[in-house]
C-alpha cells in the first residue's frame, strides 16, 4: 500500500465546499520535474492502463472553545478497497 506521505507528496488536492468537487490528474504527481526526487513524478497518465488511486482526508475544524480540532484518516483506511462504487465509504 502507498503510505500517507507519498499520497500527499503527489500535490493532487481539493478543497470541498459544496456539490461536486473534481481533481483532473494528468501525470502521477503534481509537481515539477525537476524539483522532484521521484522517478516516476512527471509520467504522464497512460491511456488503457490501470492505476490504484489512494485518497486521504483532513478536515481543519475548530472546537467551540476556538481550539484547534483537525480530523485525518488513518493509513487502514487509506488503503481501503472499494467494495460498491455507488456507495463508497471510508
Keep these: 500500500d502507498m503510505s500517507i506521505n507519498r499520497i500527499m507528496s503527489a ?3 481539493a478543497v470541498y ?3 461536486t468537487t473534481t481533481i483532473d490528474i494528468t501525470q502521477i ?3 515539477d520535474p525537476v524539483l522532484t526526487i521521484h522517478e516516476d ?3 504522464p497518465i497512460a491511456e488503457s492502463v ?3 488511486v489512494y485518497c486521504w482526508a483532513t478536515d481543519s475544524a ?3 472553545k476556538g481550539f484547534e480540532r483537525v480530523n485525518y484518516m488513518l493509513q487502514f483506511v487509506t488503503a481501503a478497497d472499494v467494495t460498491d462504487p455507488m456507495a463508497p465509504a471510508g
Aim: charged residues 15%; aromatic residues 12%.
Design 62 to 64: 475548530v472546537s467551540s
Design 50 to 52: 490501470q492505476y490504484d
Design 29 to 31: 504527481e503534481n509537481v
Design 41 to 43: 513524478g512527471a509520467m
Design 11 to 13: 500535490r493532487w488536492s
Design 17 to 19: 465546499s459544496s456539490g
